[in-house]
């Protein structure tokens, strides 16, 4: 905690909780407790998309092998590119792609190449077809052509020894086609990561049972489902725990003993059926159990045994909130990922938004195009934390500062667009 927040609760902070960390420090104190698994595995190259390199990958020999054409046209020496006026030339053969042409370009010669064609000895520069007149084996080129052009050079894509995939990247498809122009069938990947996860709440029934007064359906183990699907994360979904110490208890226990990381939602709060923070307390250890943001301040970091353990909140969108900043990242770095944080960008704002001082926000926003090329963003409408509605209706976070109070429209604010949430 620092002084300068302290003062700030006591002045025109109304909504700081001076026992809370920033987003940011909370960030860092999960940064500094979340290392790599040391597992790793060899998958084959289409097994291995969205998984994470564990090592890096060199190029084993240069790419291109040879120097070759880019284009369909005459393989010609530079010397005999005509400074003024037209040169003919004698055809002396075609290399084409992966078949060669067994024979030398000499002065006054040239050789038809394809695309992708190794650029036969003795010649140096390609002229296009469209810009030569041919006529049998002779073909005539004229002036504005400019030596070396049209030629891909040996290792001008990827120099041998080079690193193609560096250690801690996301495997994505153009990964896996560079692997494979390599001729590399397999990648070394870290292991996936094992997440438990329950929710907690005696109001909470499944789908399929009939809900009596006052009980709503468990949607938070969906919400996570997907999230942790999307990661690339082994799921085991535990169900729904009873708000009851023992049974809390025994839920922790055992998610500890199988899984790398466990994940509850509800019960993390200081209400007389919150037993999440204290049984943390009692089988593990507490790191840190509020932040002040918005939706999500009571969110639980900490450890069981082995596994990082992470106590969202109960409302539905707050769980969608603190998993995207905090156990995303904390679970990309376990996974060894290193670039592990949202993009973030500046959009201007449609709408006024209501805010107080105190907690960084999280608003749910629709970020769209200007005609001129710039962004907008205007808020979904209510706020409420229970709505997944809201989350449904955005494609961004509006991101607002903790010291902000009220923002007008107009104003250029951070926002997180949700595309490309892993
Ligand atoms: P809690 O943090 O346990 O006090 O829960 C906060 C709010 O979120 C309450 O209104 C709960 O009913 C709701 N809630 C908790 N868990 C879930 C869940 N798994 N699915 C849907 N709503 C939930
Ligand atoms: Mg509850």
């Known amino acids: 905690m620092n002084k300068l927040n302290v003062t700030h609760?006591?002045?025109?902070?109304?909504?700081?909780?001076?026992?809370?960390l920033t987003v940011d420090q909370a960030l860092g104190r999960i940064q500094e407790t979340v290392e790599t698994l040391a597992g790793i595995e060899q998958v084959p190259l289409r097994s291995a998309l969205w998984r994470i390199s564990a090592r890096s990958v060199t190029c084993p020999?240069?790419?291109?092998?040879?120097s070759n054409s880019a284009m369909d046209g005459y393989a010609v020496r530079s010397a005999d590119l005509p400074s003024s006026g037209e040169k003919a030339l004698r055809v002396i053969g075609t290399a084409w792609a992966g078949r060669p042409l067994d024979g030398r370009v000499e002065t006054d010669q040239c050789a038809r190449v394809m695309t992708g064609a190794i650029l036969p000895n003795g010649a140096d520069t390609v002229v296009m077809q469209e810009d030569c007149e041919?006529?049998?084996?002779?073909?005539?080129l004229g002036t504005g052509h400019r030596?070396?052009?049209?030629?891909?050079?040996?290792?001008?894509?990827i120099a041998e020894g080079a690193i193609v995939v560096p250690a801690g990247k996301r495997l994505s498809p153009t990964e896996l086609g560079l692997l494979a122009s390599l001729g590399m069938g397999e990648v070394t990947v870290v292991r996936k990561p094992r997440v438990a996860f329950f929710s907690t709440g005696d109001e909470l029934r499944s789908?399929?049972?009939?809900?009596?007064l006052g009980q709503i359906y468990d949607s938070n183990r969906y919400t996570l489902h997907g999230m942790l699907t999307r990661l690339g994360v082994d799921l085991i979904d535990m169900g729904v725990v009873r708000d009851e110490p023992d049974a809390t208890g025994d839920a922790f226990s055992s998610a500890a003993a199988m899984a790398d990381a466990i994940i509850t939602t509800g019960g993390a709060s200081v209400g007389d059926a919150d037993y999440v923070t204290d049984t943390l307390r009692q089988l593990g250890s507490v790191n840190f159990w509020k932040v002040a943001m918005k939706p999500g301040r009571p969110l639980a970091f900490g450890r069981v045994g082995d596994a990082l353990f992470f106590g969202l909140p109960g409302n539905p969108v707050s769980v969608m909130v603190t998993f995207y900043q905090f156990v995303m990242p904390?679970?990309?770095?376990?996974?060894?990922?290193?670039?592990?944080?949202?993009?973030?960008?500046k959009a201007r704002l449609q709408s006024d938004l209501r805010k107080r001082p105190g907690r960084l926000e999280f608003q749910r926003g629709y970020l769209t195009t200007d005609p001129d090329g710039g962004l907008s963003v205007?808020?979904?409408g209510a706020q409420g934390s229970g709505i997944l509605n809201s989350m449904s209706q955005a494609n961004c976070f509006i991101v607002l500062p903790l010291e902000s109070g009220d923002v007008t429209a107009?104003?250029?604010?951070?926002?997180?667009?949700?595309?490309g949430l892993v």
């Open 9 to 20: 609760a006591a002045g025109c902070m109304e909504d700081f909780d001076p026992n809370s």
């Open 61 to 66: 020999s240069a790419v291109p092998a040879h």
């Open 134 to 140: 041919a006529d049998g084996d002779s073909v005539t």
């Open 147 to 157: 030596a070396g052009q049209f030629v891909r050079a040996a290792g001008e894509d």
């Open 207 to 212: 789908i399929g049972e009939p809900l009596q």
């Open 330 to 345: 904390a679970l990309r770095r376990l996974m060894g990922e290193h670039d592990v944080h949202p993009m973030r960008i």
């Open 378 to 380: 205007h808020s979904t």
């Open 410 to 419: 107009d104003t250029l604010v951070d926002v997180e667009p949700f595309y």
